[in-house]
């Protein structure tokens, strides 16, 4: 007993909103959000793959905006909104737009990147969106550039955003 007041005491009190739905939990103050979602909720969509920030496999949407799961600690999403890639389908696991044109498009082939670049795909186009504007190949090019995919060479991937982008 004394030693689960103890293993407590290091570890803080998170509660956030996660693909819509409330979580609560501890993390030790030093605890990874990736590490977090892998271990501790489950939810493996979230890549590990550098852990500095730089081939955006971790990427999740943190109030909306895509940021790097493996640069954030998992005490300070504490009060705020992650949506991770579990959270893109719709009821019953139906494919949101972004997801469909990935199938269609075949922009995945091992599928370690894709979790990331969806997530940063859906803050980018839905920023787009409320700008009223639609971005040429070249600006999608641009956006993946923070995406390391060893795969598909990009060019499926950009079709399926071109897709979305302009529907």
Same mark, same amino acid.
């Not at 803080?12 to 909103?17: A, C, D, L, R, Y």
């Not at 890549?47 to 955006?56: A, N, P």
């Not at 494919?95 to 995945?108: G, I, N």
């Not at 787009?128 to 009223?132: F, M, S």
């Given at each position: 007993m004394? #030693?689960?007041?103890?293993?407590? *005491?290091?570890r803080? #009190?998170?509660?956030? &909103?996660l693909?819509?739905?409330?979580? %609560?939990?501890?993390?030790?103050? =030093? /605890? +990874?959000l990736?590490d977090?979602l892998?271990?501790?909720l489950?939810?493996?969509g979230t890549?590990?793959?550098?852990?500095?920030?730089?081939?955006?496999a971790?990427?999740?949407? +943190? &109030?909306g905006?895509?940021?790097?799961a493996?640069?954030?600690l998992?005490?300070?999403?504490?009060g705020? =909104?992650?949506d991770?890639v579990?959270?893109?389908a719709?009821?019953?696991g139906v494919?949101?737009?972004?997801?469909?044109?990935?199938?269609?498009?075949?922009?995945?082939q091992?599928g370690?990147?894709?979790?990331?670049?969806? @997530? *940063? *795909?859906a803050d980018?186009?839905?920023r787009? =969106?409320?700008?009223?504007r639609?971005?040429s &190949? %070249?600006e999608v090019?641009? /956006? +993946?550039?923070?995406? +390391?995919c =060893?795969?598909?060479?990009?060019?499926?991937?950009?079709?399926a955003? @071109?897709?979305v982008?302009?529907?």
């Open positions: 004394t #030693s689960q007041i103890l293993e407590r *005491s290091k803080h #009190s998170v509660t956030f &909103e693909n819509g739905r409330l979580r %609560q939990g501890y993390a030790p103050p =030093r /605890m +990874l990736t977090y892998r271990h501790e489950g939810l493996t890549h590990v793959g550098c852990e500095h920030g730089v081939c955006g971790c990427t999740v949407r +943190l &109030e905006v895509a940021c790097r493996c640069l954030t998992a005490v300070q999403v504490d705020l =909104r992650v991770t579990e959270g893109l719709g009821e019953g494919l949101s737009e972004l997801q469909a044109a990935f199938k269609r498009h075949h922009a995945l091992c370690f990147c894709t979790a990331g670049i969806l @997530m *940063s *795909s980018w186009l839905a787009l =969106r409320e700008q009223g639609q971005p &190949e %070249q090019r641009e /956006m +993946l550039s923070g995406h +390391l =060893r795969c598909t060479g990009y060019t499926p991937i950009v079709k955003l @071109m897709e982008a302009h529907a």
